[in-house]
């Protein structure tokens, strides 16, 4: 997993099983990949495989149900469980709804904000956080590929505060503590003119609907 | 050494300049849009021609490439900030002249949401086309659209959201509506990057509009309807 970089995680995600004993296999979105693999490692949770989705895919979210069925066709003759490790993350509750079809699990909750932070307490804490905009670990180390490029302000920077005008702050939700992802967090406050507010969350309810796997 | 030219926006015809801003517009280019709108009102043009025939012409140009996936989100935003600048200037002098009105339209971004992107277009787009429109921002709350609604005389109530967390919102307001007697006084268009047409039926909505272009072209049906109606 090591040799596999965030950059391929979000244009391509990780197609070949990592882990393959046939028991369950973890089909997740490419920005929770080293997030996943750190808490097999951990928990020592051998039965799990791992495979990724491109995370890129969240740029246009009509097109993560469509995958996510793709590759539970694909894998599931060759496991006795597969798990879904997306939450609605924009699909507008179709991703639900295919899951439930298929007879496969996912992550509850709107999104990886949600699930990180947890998602009770993000519930009870959104209607005051509507202008917070949000980076978790992958976010801030893709910060550029995900969105500094896509909305075009690589390109045309005077087009910041047509698309982040409303924002009051950025909330980075760490799930490890590493001073470098601090250090380019702070960064990217500064090139969006928001005050950086950084909650350490750890895995949040990504570890707990893992372990019941 | 390049081949282009520099091109002087006042030495050109006026055939040649209107096509000229539809390039600009296309390209986003603030400066030049705002030089020839007022060497177009200089020549004496009627500021709701300079509105029609340049930049609203100019804008469905951008519009039909944005949906056909050549141009993106960014060189559209870049596009309405040019003609943000054209309208600025025409905007006082389209009410002195008595330019054309469409109809009023009240318009928000839906509670729990402070993306408007897409309602600035859908706003400027609709002013474009003739018509009043009151802003109320983001993040409004049922109360705000009622209260500006039962405030004057608007013929249309459009709502955004982008999030599909907030995006339910939009059937508290018109079931409120409902509740209130005034549905019917009104049509409601709904918008919204993860929206569609089946979820705008789903809530009692009127038309879900993909994209601005299309808010303002069901709009204009609509109104077109209701004035047939009245004359009927």
């Known amino acids: 997993m090591s040799e596999v970089s965030d950059t391929t995680l979000t244009t391509d995600g990780l197609s070949a099983p990592i882990g393959n004993d046939g028991r369950v296999l973890i089909i997740a979105c490419g920005a929770l990949a080293r997030e996943i693999l750190a808490l097999i490692e951990m928990n020592k949770w051998t039965h799990m495989s791992l495979t990724c989705l491109p995370a890129n895919y969240h740029l246009y979210p009509d097109k993560i149900t469509a995958a996510v069925e793709e590759a539970v066709v694909k894998h599931r003759p060759n496991y006795a469980e597969i798990f879904i490790a997306y939450a609605d993350c924009g699909t507008g509750g179709l991703l639900f709804e295919k899951c439930k079809e298929l007879g496969v699990q996912m992550i509850q909750g709107p999104h990886c904000y949600s699930f990180f932070e947890g998602n009770d307490v993000f519930a009870a804490t959104s209607e005051d956080e509507i202008t917070a905009f949000y980076l978790t670990d992958f976010l801030v180390k893709q910060f550029d590929a995900f969105v500094w490029k896509p909305m075009g302000l690589d390109r045309h920077p005077e087009l910041l505060d047509m698309y982040f005008g409303n924002y009051t702050k950025l909330v980075y939700q760490a799930q490890i503590n590493d001073p470098a992802l601090d250090a380019k967090a702070l960064a990217i406050s500064e090139k969006m003119g928001l005050p950086l507010e950084r909650r350490f969350t750890g895995y949040g309810d990504l570890e707990t609907a893992l372990a019941d796997l | 050494?390049?081949?282009?030219?520099?091109?002087?926006?006042?030495?050109?015809?006026?055939?040649?300049?209107?096509?000229?801003?539809?390039?600009?517009?296309?390209?986003?280019?603030?400066?030049?849009?705002?030089?020839?709108?007022?060497?177009?009102?200089?020549?004496?043009?009627?500021?709701?021609?300079?509105?029609?025939?340049?930049?609203?012409?100019?804008?469905?140009?951008?519009?039909?490439?944005?949906?056909?996936?050549?141009?993106?989100?960014?060189?559209?935003?870049?596009?309405?900030?040019?003609?943000?600048?054209?309208?600025?200037?025409?905007?006082?002098?389209?009410?002195?002249?008595?330019?054309?009105?469409?109809?009023?339209?009240?318009?928000?971004?839906?509670?729990?949401?402070?993306?408007?992107?897409?309602?600035?277009?859908?706003?400027?787009?609709?002013?474009?086309?003739?018509?009043?429109?009151?802003?109320?921002?983001?993040?409004?709350?049922?109360?705000?659209?009622?209260?500006?609604?039962?405030?004057?005389?608007?013929?249309?109530?459009?709502?955004?959201?982008?999030?599909?967390?907030?995006?339910?919102?939009?059937?508290?307001?018109?079931?409120?509506?409902?509740?209130?007697?005034?549905?019917?006084?009104?049509?409601?268009?709904?918008?919204?990057?993860p929206l569609n047409e089946e979820f705008g039926k789903a809530i009692g909505a009127d038309a879900y509009c993909r994209d601005a272009a299309v808010a303002v072209e069901t709009a204009k049906e609509y109104m077109s309807k209701k004035h047939n109606q009245l004359g009927a």
């Open chain 2, 1 to 193: 050494m390049s081949d282009e030219q520099e091109i002087i926006l006042s030495e050109l015809s006026d055939e040649e300049l209107t096509l000229q801003m539809h390039d600009d517009l296309y390209d986003g280019m603030k400066d030049e849009i705002e030089e020839s709108v007022h060497i177009l009102l200089g020549r004496g043009w009627m500021p709701y021609d300079v509105l029609t025939k340049a930049l609203v012409e100019g804008m469905r140009i951008v519009g039909i490439d944005f949906r056909d996936g050549i141009l993106f989100v960014p060189e559209v935003l870049l596009a309405a900030n040019a003609m943000k600048g054209g309208m600025l200037i025409l905007k006082p002098l389209l009410a002195e002249t008595g330019a054309p009105r469409m109809g009023n339209m009240v318009i928000g971004t839906v509670k729990g949401d402070i993306h408007d992107i897409g309602k600035n277009l859908v706003t400027m787009m609709m002013e474009g086309a003739g018509f009043e429109v009151k802003d109320l921002g983001i993040n409004n709350p049922v109360e705000n659209y009622i209260d500006e609604l039962e405030s004057g005389e608007y013929d249309i109530l459009g709502m955004s959201a982008l999030l599909t967390t907030t995006m339910p919102y939009m059937k508290v307001v018109i079931d409120t509506m409902v509740e209130k007697g005034m549905r019917d006084d009104y049509v409601v268009l709904v918008g919204g990057a």
